[in-house]
């Protein structure tokens, strides 16, 4: 009984988690533009524009899949942009603020993500894939540098 009673308030408590984060909406990657658009800061939307994520949706078969989409296509509300800046960054109607996203502290409480490996990997995981899909490897070092749009130090 009292297990049960506490499985119950986890629940719960794990609920009212999950309400909190769906507030913060995903804004898509037009917004995230206005900001990350300038070359001595990385040029985060050019070089994303360019790299294969933002075409992800467009991959032979993947469109309407829900099984596809969840990799190639992950934010429902911006399915066009494939893996769009929010795949990676999280939902960021919280944290898109200049005074917020200039303090990393901050902007993490308000639910951006600084992607790792582990990120990548929630995609990049033969073992997540169809079965019938291309075998997928994945060398992270290379694979970031690849996409990678840091701006220079
Ligand atoms: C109104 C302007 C604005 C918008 C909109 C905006 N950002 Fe930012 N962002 C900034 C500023 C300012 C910084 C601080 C660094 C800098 O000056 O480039 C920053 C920093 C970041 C960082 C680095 C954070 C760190 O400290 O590691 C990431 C990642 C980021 N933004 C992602 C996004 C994403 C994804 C979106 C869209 C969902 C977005 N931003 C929208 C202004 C903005
Ligand atoms: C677990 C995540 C995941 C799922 C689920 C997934 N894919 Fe992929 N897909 C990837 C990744 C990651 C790549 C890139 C692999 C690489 O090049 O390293 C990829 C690559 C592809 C490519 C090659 C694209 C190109 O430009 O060469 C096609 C086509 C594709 N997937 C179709 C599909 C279809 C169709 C489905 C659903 C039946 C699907 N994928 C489901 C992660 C996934
Ligand atoms: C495939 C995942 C992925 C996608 C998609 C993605 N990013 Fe990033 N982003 C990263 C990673 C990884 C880093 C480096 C994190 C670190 O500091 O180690 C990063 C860093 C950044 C930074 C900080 C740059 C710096 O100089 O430190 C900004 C700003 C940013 N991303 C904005 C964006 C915007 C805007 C988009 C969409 C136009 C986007 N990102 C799409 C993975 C991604
Ligand atoms: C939401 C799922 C998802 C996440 C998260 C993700 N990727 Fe991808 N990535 C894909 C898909 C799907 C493709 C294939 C796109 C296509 O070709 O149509 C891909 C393609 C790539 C490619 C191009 C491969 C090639 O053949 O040129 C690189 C490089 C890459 N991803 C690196 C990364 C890195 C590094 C991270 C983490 C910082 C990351 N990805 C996170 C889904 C994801």
Redesign the pocket.
């Known amino acids: 009984m009292l297990t049960k009673v506490l499985t119950l308030i986890i629940g719960i408590v794990f609920l009212a988690g999950g309400t909190m984060v769906a507030q913060n909406k995903f804004i898509g990657a037009e917004k995230c533009k206005m900001c990350h658009n300038k070359p001595e800061k990385g040029d985060q939307f050019k070089k994303w524009s360019s ?3 933002s ?2 949706n ?2 032979t078969g993947v469109a309407g899949k829900a099984e596809c989409e969840k ?2 296509a ?1 934010v429902a509300e911006f399915k066009a942009e ?2 769009t800046c929010e ?2 960054h999280g939902a960021g109607s919280n944290y898109k603020s200049p005074t917020i996203m200039k303090d990393q502290k901050q902007a993490i409480a308000k639910g951006l993500i600084v ?1 790792t ?1 582990a ?2 990997k ?3 995981d033969a073992s997540k894939a169809p079965k019938d899909h291309k075998a997928i490897t994945f060398d ?1 070092a290379a ?2 540098a ?2 990678s749009h840091k701006a220079a130090k």
């Open positions: 790299d294969k994520h075409k992800a467009a991959a990799c190639h992950p494939g893996v795949a990676c992607p490996e990120t990548c929630n995609c990049h992270y694979a970031s690849k996409v």
